[in-house]
């Protein structure tokens, strides 16, 4: 499966640029790296006047890595020289040493398995920067590669083996006769690869293991429910496991905790980023620094490392790129699972039933998929994680309070909740609290006792009011109380947020504030002026006479990065014109008619995705596309029924980082232009029910970058002229792989059509 990774790595070690490269080879432990490096190596070596294959691995030290290094480059020249021993043992007589011997001399290098960025240092001190030289660096750190990364540094990330590769290569160590997985055993074989995931190490060893049971589906059977327990130290895929934990007993204190906590997840289940770093704050696994940076940003860097580190998968990138969800690889999860509980950290119950807890220093418990039952009465534990649906029309969580009053963490996502248990308002020392995707429709005032609680999370539950005791809550860092009701179309009033009932002061610690309906109560928005951390801020149900207060209120949150303001119906105007300084936004959302386009939104430079709803500019003097094209960091805009024109001109130069472009329900447009080195990184682009529009858009054929087309509800005569088979201007199109038709249908289902 490596066959384009070793002609691509040949190809640049073998290139006739007259400089010196280095090639960072990235990837999780049993990933392929050292295997790849040495084809390579043993291909290119002998185009180089000497050659050097050294092991940097963590147990050695730097001066055996230069000694070896010395020894190897002078055996391998053509005099076969013996290496010269120095008179001081020191590493940098040996750099001296090493780097006079190369001074006239074209080299390749390997450094295979390096682990720590001072070992890098002191080899590229003995390495002189020789014309045509070439050096290849295999490890998995990430951070280390990306850090160094430059003109002359490249990063080559490996892999994982694609599903067909990865039944290749099991099915012809497991069946080394015919190399043909018989058809009994192809499920089973599809479920093994499947907690694989490409990674060819467990492919292999699994394989290996598979041969010795031939094809016995019983066996089969067995090894795939006993995986977890065959990957301890005492089990027949110790090895894979011996070279996985080596990753993360690498990690520093902070990341393990933070690491062995991603896998109190269940396996396979997206983690979004933004929930999981709440987690780590309610955990203190997040501290402020010297540096000032915020809990948030520090969370960030903390994940960034794991997923650098090739200890965690990104699952979603967002449009910024960054994680927007991620995941640990089913192997190193069953691995860590046994890690979790040898040292204590949590109680993971993957399977289906009803768990009684007795074991007294249980910190954390995680259940998958069954039910609590009996606790032990001393119990001291500081997290409950449940995840999935618990049995039904179950009114409380079936725990008493008093074995759980350490507790800091309660995370019921999908309990078959429909009152807020009672039990809660004794958890005196909560911090996080997520009720996500119940069934629960008010919150009571006992709320107010919970003085530590920073996370209330109740999105997509039916809750709508919010008592005026949220107050008290003075450390209160993320409140999120609202609901998307979404059938084939966006409507304007999909989201359902929360009123305050009475007087309302806001916690100054908020960061997120998601999402306050105003319904005519600008006091609300006045409260808001005192929140100077905050990051987002989603905001509903405006009048016309709300803009001035709305805005001189924006204008004072200095920190506010995404902001979503709604009017109060799809009529409703918003007024947004008097704000005169912004803040930092990265994203904006406007829900609501806009008489004028307002012209700040022009000064947002650091603005990636803005989204413009019912805003119903018209064609005179409010076209959105000559505010917008020169904003310099632009990635995301969403045009929907926003412009009332028959035209829309990209002109020459503009939206020159755009990717994404979505044109919805744009009843009047007629034509779109793109003049030629507009939209030079347009990857998406999405037209939805604009009924009018008679072709493509002009220019389309110039846009290289441009992967994917969609069309929704369009008319018929538009969408033929795109098909493959037959289409008049297929041909301005045939360059973008994927060419998709959507008709929506009755019972909310789709009709998909690739042109």
């Not at 006769?177 to 995931?197: F, M, V």
């Not at 130069?653 to 030629?676: A, C, T």
């Not at 037209?687 to 002009?698: A, E, F, S, Y």
């Not at 538009?718 to 199109?733: A, I, Q, R, T, W």
Request: aromatic share 6%; glycine share 6%; proline share 4%.
């Amino acid at each position: 499966g490596f066959e384009e990774d070793k002609d691509m790595l040949m190809a640049w070690a073998l290139d006739m640029v007259d400089e010196h490269k280095v090639m960072f080879v990235v990837g999780m432990g049993g990933s392929g790296k050292t295997t790849l490096a040495k084809q390579v190596f043993e291909a290119v070596k002998q185009d180089f006047g000497c050659s050097a294959w050294i092991s940097v691995s963590k147990s050695k030290k730097k001066l055996e890595i230069l000694r070896n290094m010395l020894d190897q480059l002078c055996r391998c020249s053509s005099r076969a020289e013996t290496a010269p021993t120095p008179q001081q043992q020191s590493s940098e007589h040996y750099i001296n040493l090493i780097r006079e011997y190369l001074l006239d001399k074209r080299y390749v290098i390997v450094l295979d398995d390096l682990w720590a960025d001072d070992v890098w240092r002191s080899i590229m001190l003995a390495l002189p920067r020789r014309n045509r030289s070439r050096i290849i660096i295999t490890t998995r750190r990430g951070d280390i590669a990306y850090s160094l990364k430059d003109g002359s540094v490249d990063v080559h990330p490996i892999q994982h083996l694609s599903l067909e590769k990865a039944k290749e290569l099991i099915h012809r160590i497991a069946f080394p006769g015919s190399r043909i997985c018989p058809p009994a055993l192809a499920t089973l074989s599809n479920e093994i690869l499947g907690k694989c995931e490409g990674l060819p190490l467990a492919i292999t060893e699994i394989g290996h293991l598979l041969s010795t049971k031939g094809e016995r589906e019983p066996e089969w059977k067995k090894l795939r429910d006993s995986l977890a327990s065959e990957l301890t130290s005492h089990g027949r895929l110790a090895n894979i496991a011996k070279v996985l934990i080596l990753s993360y007993d690498d990690l520093p204190y902070h990341l393990k905790n933070c690491f062995l906590l991603m896998n109190t997840f269940p396996p396979n289940h997206p983690i979004q980023r933004t929930e999981l770093i709440r987690l780590w704050i309610a955990e203190d696994f997040i501290t402020e620094g010297n540096n000032g940076k915020e809990l948030e940003d520090l969370g960030e860097e903390y994940l960034n490392e794991l997923i650098q580190r090739n200890l965690v998968q990104v699952w979603q990138m967002d449009i910024d790129g960054r994680p927007r969800t991620c995941h640990v690889q089913n192997i190193i999860h069953e691995i860590v699972l046994s890690q979790l509980q040898d040292e204590n950290f949590c109680e993971v119950y993957p399977d289906q039933g009803t768990f009684d807890i007795s074991k007294e220093r249980v910190r954390r418990i995680s259940i998958h998929k069954g039910d609590l039952g009996q606790l032990c009465p001393n119990l001291r534990a500081r997290a409950l994680l449940k995840f999935g649906r618990s049995a039904p029309c179950q009114h409380s969580i079936p725990i008493g309070y008093s074995s759980l009053k350490m507790l800091r963490e309660l995370h019921l996502e999908g309990a078959n909740l429909d009152m807020f248990p009672a039990d809660i308002e004794e958890l005196l020392l909560l911090r996080y609290l997520c009720l996500r995707n119940t069934r629960i429709r008010s919150i009571p005032k006992s709320i107010g006792k919970l003085k530590h609680l920073e996370t209330l999370d109740l999105k997509q539950t039916l809750v709508r009011t919010l008592p005026k005791e949220i107050c008290h809550l003075s450390k209160l860092r993320y409140l999120l109380v609202y609901r998307y009701d979404i059938e084939d179309y966006v409507a304007f009033n999909t989201i359902k947020g929360f009123e305050v009932a009475g007087e309302i002061t806001w916690s100054a610690n908020l960061r997120k504030l998601l999402f306050v309906q105003v319904n005519k109560n600008h006091k609300i928005i006045v409260a808001m002026r005192g929140l100077r951390e905050l990051r987002r801020l989603g905001i509903m149900g405006l009048r016309k006479e709300d803009g001035r207060i709305l805005s001189e209120t924006i204008q004072m949150l200095r920190n506010l990065h995404s902001l979503n303001v709604a009017a109060e119906n799809e009529a409703g105007v918003l007024d947004m014109q008097e704000i005169s300084h912004p803040p930092p936004l990265q994203r904006l959302y406007l829900n609501g008619r806009l008489e004028r386009m307002p012209i700040w939104i022009s000064e947002l430079h650091d603005l990636v995705r803005l989204r413009l709803k019912w805003s119903r500019l018209d064609q005179q003097c409010n076209n959105p596309i000559n505010i917008l094209q020169d904003l310099p960091n632009l990635l995301e805009l969403q045009l929907l029924d926003a412009y009332n024109g028959d035209q829309l001109d990209f002109n020459a130069g503009k939206f020159q980082k755009l990717k994404i472009l979505e044109l919805e329900l744009l009843r009047q447009l007629k034509m779109v232009i793109m003049e030629r080195n507009s939209l030079p990184c347009l990857q998406t682009l999405i037209i939805r029910r604009c009924g009018q529009l008679g072709q493509i858009p002009v220019g389309i054929d110039d846009l290289s970058r441009l992967k994917e087309i969609h069309l929704y509800d369009m008319p018929e005569n538009f969408v033929s002229m795109l098909e493959k088979n037959g289409g008049s201007l297929y041909h301005l199109v045939h360059h973008v792989p994927l060419l998709r038709s959507y008709d929506a249908q009755n019972g909310g289902r789709w009709d998909v059509k690739d042109l």
